[in-house]
């Protein structure tokens, strides 16, 4: 539990987690959901209003910042702009009082790893900032420590340069065979890189699995809308006997899905279909796990193979990603179709998934 201003203010309300030897394991979340309270919690940054913090098995609520064995990586870099390159990767271990020797074989190894052995003369405003980014990682790497922790390390760099720095720290993960603990809003980031996944909500753990599970399988329409980019798009819907009703639309349920809601005959629901399980119908088919809707083009992005539809449904704008060459416009009619294995389902008044 983390609270603020004497207890009155409590960010994250009880907070329940375990983490693996050298897993890698990411926590997401919107700003504020309590994800880099709780990272700074770890570092013995923040201290701990109450329960109880272990690393490797030692408990570390008393234990100063510096001896808990950890490294901490931040969105800002926080490299001293007068040291070289050299001097900022060694700094912490000439604290530590560490042979000269020790000390260059640590960082020129964490340099060639990172492929910036060719900057180490160099000062911080000379590099670029992936580079920094590298140095940043650099000098927790010569630490050799038990846990790494990354603060949204990746925020302060454009598009590329994310893409490439996400499979460069995995790829380092890999080498190092450490713990690490990722600190992200990007969802994208997040399942590209990390074992397991940790959805928080307003200082609540909504579900702890792996990015597939999270994906197909997700615990309530927080983490559904959450992950996934576009997000799920979301539907009030009718249970009718064997049959799903929604927006003037229907269609029939498997037999799966007829047992599960069973119990939901003639109540409202919520139904989830994520951007990329429609597809552009064509009006002659005829399949019985298929659900046919037309709808209204608002507006419509081309980004190369696929088309992004937004169509407006009972005032709530839902969105389309089409795989297609063809390029819509705007009030356009559009014929979309979706298979009903692909639709999740949700309870209206708790809003976890039923199916």
């Known amino acids: 539990m983390k609270a603020f201003d004497n207890g009155k203010v409590t960010v994250i309300p009880d907070l329940s987690l375990e983490i693996a030897d050298k897993e890698f394991i990411c926590l997401v979340g919107p700003s504020g959901c309590g994800k880099s309270t709780t990272l700074r919690m770890i570092a013995g940054l923040e201290e701990i209003t109450s329960g109880e913090l272990y690393i490797d098995e030692r408990e570390v609520n ?37 042979p000269k020797d020790e000390i ?8 060639k790893i990172l492929d910036i052995e060719p900057y180490l003369d ?50 380092l993960h890999q080498k190092l065979q450490t713990t690490f603990v990722y600190v992200t809003h990007d969802q994208t980031e997040a399942m590209t890189m990390a074992d397991r996944i940790v959805v928080m909500d307003k200082g609540v753990i909504q579900q702890v699995d792996t990015p597939q599970m999270l994906y197909h399988e997700p615990a309530n329409m927080f983490v559904a809308g959450f992950i996934g980019s576009p997000a799920m798009n979301f539907f009030d819907a009718e249970v009718s006997d064997s049959k799903i009703r929604f927006s003037g639309h229907e269609f029939e349920l498997n037999e799966s899905q007829k047992a599960t809601l069973s119990a939901y005959s003639g109540k409202d629901i919520i139904i989830g279909i994520r951007p990329e399980h429609f597809f552009a119908a064509n009006e002659s088919e005829s399949t019985r796990n298929i659900c046919k809707m037309t709808v209204t083009t608002e507006i419509a992005e081309m980004t190369g193979n696929e088309s992004n539809i937004y169509f407006m449904i009972n005032g709530k704008r839902h969105i389309a990603s089409i795989k297609t060459d063809q390029k819509y ?3 356009e009619t559009v014929n979309l179709g979706f298979n009903c ?4 389902f949700f309870d209206k008044g708790t809003t976890k998934t039923i199916i």
């Open 329 to 331: 416009h705007s009030g």
């Open 62 to 98: 008393n234990v100063a910042p510096k001896d808990r064995d950890i490294a901490m990586v931040f969105q800002s870099y926080a490299l001293y702009p007068h040291m070289s390159v050299y001097k900022n990767m060694a700094f912490a271990l000439k604290l530590k009082k560490m």
């Open 122 to 171: 160099r000062k911080p405003r000379a590099l670029s900032g992936g580079q920094r980014q590298r140095v940043a990682l650099g000098r927790a790497m010569v630490r050799n420590p038990k846990v790494f922790l990354l603060d949204e390390p990746l925020s302060n760099l454009d598009a590329k340069l994310r893409t490439e720095m996400r499979s460069q720290i995995t790829s």
């Open 104 to 111: 260059d074989r640590k960082v020129r190894w964490a340099a």
């Open 341 to 344: 294995s692909d639709v999740h």
